[in-house]
């Protein structure tokens, strides 16, 4: 079985949709599937669309956060409710194709412990190009990253490095640097990437920046950043629904 994670925020307008093109995928393929959706306490309808595909569809958990705890950490709740043979984590907003998992899924059984779909052309905003020159020099000294491998929020994982994954115990969390902690054993397959539809991003460079702090507080070894690790919960849950369980 495949689980698909997929970390919720102010997605009223796609949520629905996307969960409607994962299923037809999954269908069509004869593929074993289950939908993990976590509300990073949207102000929009997000979650109130999120029970109604619950309450609809046997294949889909939904969990609401009790705060918002931001992207990375509602990433790993949702795995730890992942049952699957195989995990996939894709964003909410309907610019990764649910069909290039079927493509992921084939080249992880090929040996690899994850494999990252990355976008045939690189069309992202300047800003996020700066930020990933930040990220990829920080990833490569600080974890060891291969220099050739990409990383991006769409993945496939198997469920041996899933586990792993599962014992993080850093309050800021960021899953490829809890990868990168586990395994080199990484692979990067080329996928559709939509122009986004509905709203903006969430991410500004400014943003990018704080994430990536928390990259070097948390994961790495100097001291000095060590001492300013914050000790408090991943998250916690207020609700998780699926009427068919």
Do not use: W
Not at 103 to 114: C, E, I, P, S, T
């Amino acid at each position: 079985m495949i689980s698909i994670v997929i970390p919720v925020y102010n997605s009223e307008k796609t949520i629905t949709k996307l969960c409607q093109n994962i299923i037809k995928v999954m269908t069509d393929h004869e593929q074993a599937f289950e939908i993990v959706l976590v509300d990073d306490r949207s102000h929009d309808q997000s979650y109130q669309k999120m029970l109604v595909l619950s309450k609809t569809h046997q294949q889909i958990t939904s969990i609401r956060l009790k705060e918002n705890y931001g992207q990375q950490n509602a990433l790993l709740c949702g795995l730890r409710y992942a049952k699957g043979d195989y995990v996939v984590t894709m964003d909410d907003d309907c610019q990764q194709d649910p069909e290039d998992i079927i493509l992921l899924l084939n080249m992880l059984k090929q040996g690899y412990d994850v494999v990252y779909g990355i976008p045939y052309e690189n069309s992202k905003k300047q800003y996020r190009h700066r930020g990933t020159q930040l990220k990829e020099f920080i990833f490569r000294t600080l974890l060891g990253k291969p220099k050739d491998i990409k990383l991006t929020s769409y993945r496939i994982m198997n469920k041996d490095i899933v586990e792993k994954i599962k014992k993080e115990t850093v309050s800021h969390v960021y899953l490829s640097a809890t990868i990168l902690k586990h395994t080199n054993n990484i692979g990067n397959k080329k996928v559709r990437y939509y122009d986004r539809v509905y709203g903006q991003s969430n991410y500004t460079l400014k943003k990018l920046i704080h994430l990536l702090l928390h990259v070097v507080i948390y994961y790495g070894q100097v001291p000095f950043f060590r001492r300013l690790r914050q000790q408090k919960p991943q998250y916690i849950v207020d609700e998780m629904i699926n009427d068919f369980k």
